[in-house]
Nanobody
């Protein structure tokens, strides 16, 4: 079992920045990739960004150039630096970690961007 604990969400004005963190604990061997998804009411959860332990990244088009994912393998922690935030970035952001054969999710952290 893998436990994921997120932090860093909150309320920010448009154009501002937030940094999300997600720490993994438990049976944390071979977790790959780790990343972030987000969800708004009535919509499916969508990919924001993922990163492998080797450093390969995958970003959704709507965050390219604004968000940066990073990972500290020694701390089993993944980060999401979010800059130039827009009201449409408002969502619950979920940390994700894949450990074969299943994906684990954090409890979610609310990000609200005011206009």
């Amino acid at each position: 079992q893998v436990q994921l604990v997120e932090s860093g969400g909150g309320l920010v004005q448009a154009g501002g920045s937030l940094r999300l963190s997600c720490a993994a604990s438990g049976s944390i061997f071979s977790i790959n990739p780790m990343g972030w998804y987000r969800q708004t009411p009535g919509k499916q959860r969508e990919l924001v960004a993922t990163m492998t332990s080797g450093g390969s990244t995958n970003y959704a088009d709507f965050v390219k150039g604004r968000f940066t994912i990073s990972r500290d393998n020694a701390k089993n922690t993944v980060y999401l630096q979010m800059n130039s935030l827009k009201p449409e970035d408002t969502a619950v952001y979920y940390c994700s970690a894949f450990q074969y054969p299943r994906n684990y999710w954090g409890q979610g952290t609310q990000v609200t961007v005011s206009s």
